[in-house]
């Protein structure tokens, strides 16, 4: 529900990971990491790990980075850093609509411009409302990979889930060889 905001592709990607590797629910009221939310052009959270399970051991004490955009201007802010090499992030999310597809091009356009809040309230009412509210909770997700994908990180799971990026032209203006 609520990867139709900007921050929520972000939050449910926190939600699970903090979990894997903690063995804990994401220590925030409701699961919601706040600072992401809103229609802030970029909007920046930390989240420090601790008492992480053993495999995770590595990742004791650190603290994440987490970026997140919404906006072709804005996303360029942030690409230029990644660029540059200053970046100080170790996530970044970016949507092309400001306040993300809530307020998209296909959404009616309304005369109150409080709607977009409105609505972005009523995806987090909806989230908060859901039996499953964790990405790795997913009935279908989980069959998924009983059948057919194994585990996480398998090598059939990378085959079909992770991609490879390419050069493609003027969109990667800021790509150095």
């Known amino acids: 529900v609520i990867f139709g905001a900007t921050g929520g592709v972000m939050e449910a990607a926190l939600r699970t990971a903090y979990e894997l590797i903690t063995g804990r629910e994401l220590p925030f009221k409701h699961l919601h990491l706040n600072q992401i939310e809103g229609f802030d052009p970029i909007k920046e959270a930390e989240i420090t790990i601790t008492k992480t399970l ?87 997700v989980k069959e998924l990979y009983e059948a057919f994908l194994v585990n996480p990180n398998s090598h059939i799971s990378h085959e079909f889930l992770h991609t490879h990026y390419i050069r493609r032209g003027k969109f990667n203006e800021y790509l150095k060889d």
């Open 54 to 140: 053993p495999a995770f051991s590595y990742l004791e004490n650190q603290t994440i980075k987490i970026a997140v955009a919404s906006g072709a201007k804005n996303a360029e802010v942030l690409m230029k850093q990644i660029v540059e090499g200053t970046s100080p992030y170790h996530f970044i999310e970016i949507m092309g609509c400001p306040g993300g597809c809530i307020s998209g091009g296909g959404q009616p356009r309304p005369k109150d411009p409080l709607t977009a809040q409105k609505r972005l309230e009523g995806l987090y009412a909806e989230d908060n409302r859901k039996s499953i509210r964790k990405s790795h909770e997913n009935t279908f």
